[in-house]
Structure formats: C-alpha cells, structure tokens
C-alpha cells in the first residue's frame, strides 16, 4: 500500500498528525489484511427482500472486502452428491472456512 500526499508537515493540525501516527501505529502492529472475509449467512428465503437476511445480505455485497456465502448453496451441493460427509465434518469445514457466520 502507497499513500503519497503533498501536504506539508506546517499545514497539519495537531489532530491530523494524532490520527496520522495511530494510523502508522496500527499498520505496524497489525499489518494491513486486505485479504477478504467469507460471511456465512443464514436465516429466510434469501430470496424474500423483506427479510432481515436480505437487507443485511444486500448492505455487506457492497462491501468489497466481503465474501457472501449461504446455506442453500451448500445443501445444493449436498443434494448433488459433491460432499459425503457427516453433519459433524461439515460443521467443522464451514468453522475452518468461514471468517464469521450470521444466523438470523
């Protein structure tokens, strides 16, 4: 990541400066993940665009940092016969695969 500016040092309010060298502080110590996080979504008919799950679906799509992924997609694969797992081992794949799961 670059950050190029062309302001001088003497233009920067005290508060500029604070939120400059946290900022600084915060890519050291953390690094910078631009890596994107898997959101396993469940709740009504993703289809039903009165649902909670849709509305919360439709504001995280827009973020691009965000990877949406839904039960219906999985149970689609099941029914096709690509996974011959127990519910157990698939609990455990989706743990190990998903950043964050919503249940709504």
Request: aromatic share 4%; hydrophobic share 35%.
């Given at each position: 990541m670059t950050?190029?500016?062309?302001?001088?040092?003497?233009?920067?309010?005290?508060?500029?400066?604070?939120?400059?060298?946290?900022?600084?502080?915060n890519i050291i110590i953390n690094g910078?993940?631009?890596?994107?996080?898997v959101i396993f979504i469940c709740g009504k008919d993703k289809s039903d665009k009165e649902s909670y799950r849709f509305k919360i679906s439709q504001l995280l799509e827009h973020n691009?940092?965000?990877?949406?992924?839904y039960p219906?997609?999985?149970?689609?694969?099941?029914?096709?016969?690509?996974?011959?797992?127990?519910?157990?081992?698939l609990e455990q794949q989706l743990a190990e695969a998903v950043d964050l799961i919503i249940l709504i």
């Open positions: 950050i190029q500016a062309s302001v001088k040092i003497e233009d920067l309010s005290s508060s500029d400066i604070k939120k400059s060298i946290d900022t600084i502080r910078i993940n631009d890596t994107k996080k691009t940092n965000y990877q949406l992924a219906e997609d999985l149970f689609e694969d099941l029914l096709e016969g690509q996974a011959n797992n127990s519910l157990l081992s």
